[in-house]
């Protein structure tokens, strides 16, 4: 029942910064609600990890702190969402897994204990490697985007200054005040004034 209390609360505030994140960003007030939140929590799976002894409490402690660590660096992201917010939310999960499959690797002895921890080492140089290929990413992407609309900016205005041109030239076939307007109006339908 208290797992599945945790794991209840786990996913709703998952849920809270996912959101918060599409929203970009969430106010102060709500920011320092999920700190108190995320403290409460940690403090209440802290005391659950009590009931068990040896072994079993260290790991229970590691998974405490691993979701306290996570839950923060998610808050963090959804409160200021940002490429490098999310790195950091993905070297926290990277981080937590690799603190609880550590814990883990304590039950065993001997070269199975030693291969387990080469394991969780592995596993976690490689979640931090694809944290690391995302942010670079969405960086690039980012970049990549930035230099598209560039590009389609600098066209539209090259294509526009070369309309004004058109229309001026067209306006080169009448004289006096008919040459005079025609050219105002190009210049406001070009939005040259």
């Known amino acids: 029942m208290n797992t599945f ?45 009590g009931s068990f002894s040896g072994n079993a409490k260290d790991i229970c402690m590691a998974e405490a702190g691993g979701r306290e660590k996570v839950a923060k660096a998610e808050l963090d992201a959804a409160y200021k969402p940002s490429v490098d917010a999310s790195y950091k939310v993905r070297l926290a999960r990277a981080g937590a897994d690799y603190a609880v499959a550590r814990e883990k690797c304590d039950d065993k002895a001997g070269n199975v204990k030693d291969v387990c921890v080469k394991q969780a080492k592995s596993a976690e140089i490689a979640a931090k490697a694809d944290a690391k290929a995302q942010m670079k990413t969405a960086k690039a992407t980012n970049t990549a985007n930035e ?36 050219v105002n109006d190009a210049k406001a339908r070009f939005g040259k004034q």
């Open 5 to 49: 209390r945790i794991n209840a609360v786990a996913v709703a505030i998952g849920l809270a910064f996912s959101a918060g994140a599409m929203a970009q960003g969430m106010s102060k007030d709500q920011y320092n609600a999920g700190k108190g939140s995320i403290a409460a929590e940690y403090k209440s799976a802290k005391a659950a990890c």
């Open 147 to 182: 230099k598209v609309t560039d590009a389609r900016k600098d066209a539209a205005s090259d294509k526009l200054d070369a309309d004004f041109a058109v229309a001026k030239e067209k306006c080169d076939a009448f004289a006096g005040d008919a040459k005079s307007k025609c």
